[in-house]
């Protein structure tokens, strides 16, 4: 049943594709300026209109752990953190402790206490080794137990023999709970980063913190909610469950818990969608002659006065194992419709792009510059084992990539840059898109989703994009940019004549078959 279900929702995804298609070939025919040729996105998603004053563009992993501490600290309410895993260092430790500080804070408080944590992280990578994410997370369950949630994502896809056969740390290319949000009452910090000390050190990546923003913060606390109410619980003692009457995601049917997930995250979305409509229709229609000024005097009565929006944000989700493809159906439509002379500053940590992503960028008329990380700045340069070889998978990637590029004389186009910085590592992802004639990018897309295969079929995976008509703010993504590619040299046929780029036959014959799982 789920089968039909997810062909018949792909049908009508890819429906909706086309009638985008059309609508924003007309919004570009009609030549809109600015972030109106954009709003074709609410199709899909909720859109929150925002003043561009409540959206600060961070630039370094000190700058982020130090503003996590303040946000949690700080926090009343809610405190919602996903991630990938929680790291076991002194760090991570004192993240822990902030937390203990400001549940302590809350229970001491007159009355009931009003602070809830929830915490999402995938269930691989934090049972990984003895002491791991669930060790570091258990005293906090057990000293505050009505107030604190742990849920560990476990992918449907990991089940039966392959479970019980593929070991740790292998077992997680499987797929995994991806997506980095940080969420402190109305405060919300958008990242690729995880909760680990080389994130907070020198690891670079990005961050962006929307500050006073309730309606998104309620969007990705829903979405936090249903991933984790079909996710793992963790317990006191350190053992896992599932909330009563839940299929299990290995144990249960896999079409059953699949059919149940995508119905979840769903709701989220669509609840959230048809909210923000109806919020734009009654603000449309309190802006029209004879409205306007009633509609200021209430405002300026109830003391809510605020600043008009100037910036948009539309969460794209990704969750290929549920049958959710929303980043993936905006993403390619972002990158197909970029017109001639536009620029689109592409990165990730991770160059391994999904075939349709590769065919769009070599296929379309717009500029492209692709940063990505130099081998040594690789996450996995000098790990272990197979895993060492991992940087060399990638550079051979590159080049067959780089191939390609020169075989259709596309050198100008469309150019690789390679990030390097001596004791630093290279984890940012995301995209900038500048129309063509601008010297600032009006869109960013920023998250945890790297463009490659893992990140549309295997992962869950959560991003923005960010829209804004305000040039302060287009001056802080231009900048953010800049500051990253200011690391990076151009890529050319000289770049793998060098030495640390030979890459061994074994790894070149391997490459093609695993490369669907990194």
């Not at 560990?152 to 740790?168: A, D, K, S, V």
């Not at 599932?242 to 699949?258: F, L």
């Amino acid at each position: 049943m789920f089968g039909n279900l997810v062909k018949i929702q792909c049908c009508i995804m890819n429906q909706m594709s086309e009638i985008i298609f059309l609508e924003s070939l007309f919004i570009w025919a009609l030549d809109c300026e600015g972030a109106h040729r954009f709003q074709w996105i609410r199709n899909l998603v909720p859109e929150f209109g925002i003043s561009s004053s409540h959206v600060k563009v961070l630039s370094s992993p000190a700058e982020f752990y130090e503003l996590l501490k303040v946000q949690i600290k700080a926090a009343k309410q809610r405190v919602v953190m996903a991630s990938l895993y929680l790291g076991t260092g002194l760090l991570e430790q004192e993240l822990v402790h902030c937390l203990e500080e400001t549940l302590e804070k809350s229970l001491q408080a007159e009355g009931s206490p009003d602070l809830r944590v929830s915490i999402l992280l995938d269930y691989t990578r934090g049972s990984r080794g003895r002491k791991n994410s669930r060790t570091m997370l258990i005293p906090l369950l057990q000293r505050f137990p009505d107030q604190v949630r742990v849920s560990l994502f476990h992918t449907p896809n990991l089940r039966g023999l392959l479970r019980l056969l593929i070991p740790e740390r292998f077992n997680e290319t499987i797929g995994l709970q991806h997506i980095k949000v940080y969420l402190f009452d109305d405060n919300v910090i958008l990242s690729g980063a995880n909760l680990s000390d080389q994130y907070f050190t020198n690891r670079q990546d990005r961050y962006v913190l929307l500050r006073d923003s309730p309606k998104i913060a309620d969007f990705f606390t829903e979405l936090v909610d249903a991933i984790g109410d079909v996710s793992l619980q963790l317990q006191q003692d350190d053992t896992v469950q599932m909330m009563e009457g839940m299929v299990h995601p290995y144990q249960g049917d896999k079409v059953a818990y699949c059919e149940i997930a995508n119905r979840r995250v769903m709701e989220v979305i669509n609840s959230a969608r048809t909210r923000q409509e109806l919020l734009h229709a009654k603000t449309f229609h309190s802006s029209q002659p004879g409205n306007s000024l009633l509609s200021q005097q209430d405002t300026q009565a109830s003391g809510d006065l605020k600043p008009e929006p100037d910036t948009w944000i539309y969460p794209l989700i990704q969750m290929k194992p549920f049958g959710i493809q929303i980043d993936e159906m905006v993403t390619e439509t972002l990158l197909t419709e970029a017109e001639r002379d536009a620029r689109i500053y592409l990165t990730t940590g991770y160059f391994n792009l999904t075939q349709a992503y590769m065919d769009l960028i070599l296929g379309t008329r717009a500029e492209y510059r692709i940063l990505l990380a130099s081998p040594e700045v690789n996450g996995f340069f000098g790990a272990k084992g197979v895993a060492g070889a991992i940087p060399a998978a990638y550079v051979y990637i590159e080049r067959q990539f780089y191939s390609e590029v020169c075989y259709l004389q596309q050198q100008e186009r469309v150019q690789l840059q390679e990030y390097s910085r001596a004791g630093w590592t290279f984890h940012a992802k995301g995209l900038w898109l500048y129309l063509a004639g601008s010297d600032l990018p009006c869109l960013t897309l920023i998250g945890s989703p790297n463009f490659g295969y893992r990140s549309v079929h295997r992962d869950l995976e959560a991003q923005v994009a960010i829209v804004t008509e305000n040039k302060a703010l287009q001056q802080q993504l231009h900048q953010e940019q800049e500051q990253l590619y200011l690391c990076s040299g151009v890529v050319s046929t000289s770049t793998f004549e060098q030495p640390n780029r030979y890459v061994k036959l074994w790894v070149k014959l391997v490459t093609p078959l695993i490369k669907n799982f990194f």
